[in-house]
């Protein structure tokens, strides 16, 4: 099965950019942060390049450049020899009119001219740009662990810890009570909790997603249903067998007696017999096999008088 991290993230960049000019500036921010970096060549000429190994995430990112900024982004594809001859995409956005302001506009100058750094808090006034820019970081750094296990997990991974504590912020914002740790220099923001997951995949646009999480949730539900019932059965079964062996041993214990169950009066006997001939029966079926039938609480009393008796006896 295809993982379902990148089910999520093909029908994330595959969606439309239906929403304004603000919230397509907001996704592009969270992908630039996450996966681009700045360079400065001589005579001070400012380029932007942008790396993924993901095709739909380089052609949803040339997309935003072009709808938000106008700019030219050039593509280069190398094949990765490290990480088992996969593609990397490889966009280059030259020195050109309008880099500056972009850099600028999208928060991710710093004096060292480098893309670490929080949300700038301008592009993220709205909630329709806030969820674009969660959008951009799931494209860029997030992933959802295989719904089918036991437990649900949702992340994003960043290496800046004001951009993680950025997200956590507007995630907050928006009812998703998300959380950090640290991981090997690296900050990951996540969620645990099924309702959270539906809720951001819902926001973010990952419809058909929703729609496999929900079923697979029933699904889990309904299977450990099954097991609780099971369990609670056999619970049952076991007290019942149990307490069947006992009498069964009280009973073989008073035949051995001189008289054996002779000493018992008729009833008791009548019963000690049918217990002795179904040991594994219900107190229910006892019930059935006397002549005439009896209740069911009739046969526990009258097996409660016979260990009674069984209690009586010296040994
Ligand atoms: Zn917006």
């Known amino acids: 099965m295809e993982k379902f991290s990148q089910v999520v993230r093909a029908e994330l960049v595959r969606s439309e950019l239906v929403l304004g000019r603000h919230c397509i500036k907001a996704e592009l921010a969270a992908i630039i942060h996450m996966l681009g970096s700045l360079h400065l060549t001589g005579q001070r000429r400012l380029s932007l390049s942008i790396s993924t190994g993901v095709a739909g995430v ?11 900024y106008g700019l030219d982004t050039e593509v280069q594809v190398e094949r990765n020899e490290k990480f088992g001859k996969q593609h990397r995409y490889n966009l280059i956005i030259p020195d050109q009119t309008g880099l500056a302001e972009m850099i600028v506009d999208l928060g991710m100058m710093t004096r060292e001219h480098s893309l670490e750094g929080g949300i700038n808090s301008d592009l993220v006034k709205d909630n329709c740009c806030r969820v674009a820019f969660l959008r951009g970081a799931f494209i860029a750094g997030g992933s959802i662990t295989d719904p089918n296990k036991k437990t649900y997990h949702l992340e994003m991974v960043t290496q800046s810890e004001d951009f993680a504590n950025g997200l956590i ?19 990951l923001v996540y969620l645990k909790e099924i309702e959270a997951l539906i809720k951001f995949l819902s926001l973010t646009g990952a419809y058909s997603a929703v729609l496999q999480l929900e079923e697979i949730r029933l699904v889990k539900g309904l299977r450990s249903e099954v097991n609780r019932r099971l369990n609670w059965e056999t619970a049952n079964l076991e007290k019942t067998l149990s307490a069947a062996m006992e009498q069964v041993q009280v009973i073989e214990k008073l035949q051995s007696e001189s008289g054996g169950l002779s000493m018992l009066p008729d009833k008791l006997r009548e019963t000690a017999f049918v217990r002795l001939e179904y040991p594994e029966a219900s107190l229910k079926e006892l019930g059935e096999y006397h002549l005439p039938p009896i209740s069911k609480s009739a046969v526990n009393h009258r097996l409660r008088l016979i260990c009674e008796y069984g209690k009586n006896l010296p040994g």
């Open 58 to 68: 380089a052609r949803r990112t040339v997309k935003l450049i072009k709808a938000s």
């Open 169 to 187: 912020y507007l995630m907050n914002l928006l009812g998703l009570k998300a959380k950090i740790s640290l991981r090997k220099e690296h900050y």
